[in-house]
C-alpha cells in the first residue's frame, strides 16, 4: 500500500490492522483510535495528513514510522 497525505485511515488499518496499536504507542492524541463509533464515524474521512497533525508529526515523519513498523 502506497502511504499518501490523502490515504484514509480506514483504509490503512482494514490491510494492516496492527497499525492501530502502533499509533497508540506513539502518541497519547491517538488513543480514541479504540472508541469503535468514533472510529466508524471518522475511518472514511481522516487521512494520514489529518492523523499526522494531531499527533503532532509532520506527515512524512509519521509516514516513515508507519512504513518501517509495517515492512518490520
Known amino acids: 500500500?502506497?502511504?499518501?497525505?490523502?490515504?484514509?485511515i480506514g483504509e490503512l488499518t482494514q490491510k494492516y490492522p496492527k497499525v492501530k496499536n502502533?499509533?497508540?504507542s506513539l502518541?497519547?492524541?491517538y488513543k480514541n483510535l479504540d472508541n469503535e463509533e468514533l472510529f466508524e464515524m471518522i475511518k472514511?474521512?481522516?487521512t494520514l495528513e489529518m492523523i499526522a497533525i494531531k499527533g503532532?508529526?509532520?506527515f512524512e515523519d509519521l509516514k516513515e514510522k508507519i512504513?518501517?513498523?509495517?515492512?518490520?
Open 1 to 8: 500500500m502506497n502511504l499518501e497525505k490523502n490515504t484514509k
Open 22 to 24: 502502533f499509533l497508540k
Open 27 to 29: 502518541s497519547e492524541e
Open 44 to 46: 472514511d474521512i481522516a
Open 56 to 58: 503532532g508529526f509532520q
Open 67 to 72: 512504513e518501517n513498523f509495517i515492512n518490520a
